[in-house]
């Protein structure tokens, strides 16, 4: 799928305005209206029909998904371990790698970061160690972790005079290409080297946005840095979709900053929304997925029904 036109005035995304003008609730409160067969979801367009995943008679190789926002706090972490599981629900095998010094994807599946002695720095700048020498299971069958502490940071600045900087990520992960359907990239909250790096390396990206109007800002930013990585490192790279967090359906606000991101962006935004739950909260405690933790739960249908838009995808 090749990435989209945000209208047919312009190509370049950061053109797109995505502003929110003031608006006053209607009469009637400012529901969103349904069709009468009740098909149509929180993006305000009739649902797309998803078929259940064809089971798989071999893994690989991986399809590369980064998890990119450069704005804090909008579901990037949660959203890495949720997808990844509902993708191993569906038989295909997955490796999450945290790629951000906080630790935040390790943490969220229990593991204690500061105790690891090596990490995916050590595979980054030590040639003598594979990747597969660092991967570690998790909880979840079928789904495999390549954990990050805060040794990470240093990468950052080590990599700056190293040759071919940029494809540093793109070179450790391949060994590990053949033995996964899908690898998932879990981004700092910026636009620095190791993000590039995940650009890079990736085939897709997904942009976890909150629903909320200071999240919206920062997408044309996002989107020109993506455009800068398709031209000069990786012209595969495309934008997998646009994944609507913290959605509140009872607020105005969540519902304008969405319909204002489905008028933008079109059919890159995600049929699946992610509503807001103390769910998500309670998973990060525990260090397991929504779909272990609360298996019938809205948020663990929402990320089973998100993998399904993604395999098909």
């Known amino acids: 799928m090749s990435t989209p036109q945000p209208s047919a005035e312009g190509r370049s995304r950061g053109a797109v305005d995505l502003s929110i003008a003031p608006h006053k609730p209607s009469a009637s409160g400012g529901e969103a209206e349904l069709s009468p067969d009740g098909n149509v979801g929180p993006t305000g367009r009739p649902r797309r029909h998803i078929p259940e995943p064809p089971l798989l008679d071999r893994h690989g190789p991986a399809s590369v998904l980064a998890m990119c926002n450069q704005k804090g706090g909008v579901g990037k972490t ?69 954990p990050s502490n805060i040794d990470l940071s240093a990468a950052e600045v080590q990599l700056v005079a190293e040759v071919g900087r ?39 990206v997904i942009i976890p946005l909150e629903c909320e109007f200071f999240s919206l800002r920062g997408v044309a930013l996002l989107i020109d840095t993506i455009e800068k990585v398709q031209e000069r490192l990786n012209p ?7 994944l609507a967090t913290m959605f509140d ?14 008028e933008a962006f079109g059919d890159v935004v995600f049929d699946s929304v992610i509503n807001r ?29 998100l993998a399904r838009e993604v395999i098909a995808r």
């Not at 909260?281 to 663990?300: D, F, H, L, Q």
Request: glycine fraction near 6%.
């Open 277 to 305: 739950t103390v769910r998500f909260p309670e998973t990060t405690v525990a260090g397991e997925p929504i779909t272990r933790w609360a298996p019938r739960s809205a948020g663990a249908q929402a990320y089973r029904s």
């Open 166 to 204: 940029e494809q540093t990520l793109q070179r450790v992960l391949f060994p590990a290409m053949k033995e996964y359907d899908f690898i998932l990239v879990d981004c700092q909250p910026s636009l620095g080297l190791l993000t590039v790096n995940a650009l890079a390396a990736a085939d897709g």
């Open 78 to 146: 949660t959203s890495t371990i949720n997808l990844g599981a509902a993708l191993a629900e569906y038989g295909r095998r997955v490796l999450l790698v945290d790629f951000d010094p906080q630790g935040a994807l390790s943490v969220g599946l229990g593991v204690q970061p500061h105790q690891l002695d090596q990490t995916i720095y050590n595979v980054i700048m030590e040639r003598a160690v594979d990747v597969r020498d660092v991967v570690m299971s998790t909880t979840v069958e079928g789904m495999d972790l390549l």
């Open 236 to 242: 595969k790279l495309e934008i997998s979709g646009i």
């Open 249 to 262: 359906p009872r607020t105005l606000h969540s519902r304008e900053v969405m319909a204002r991101v489905v």
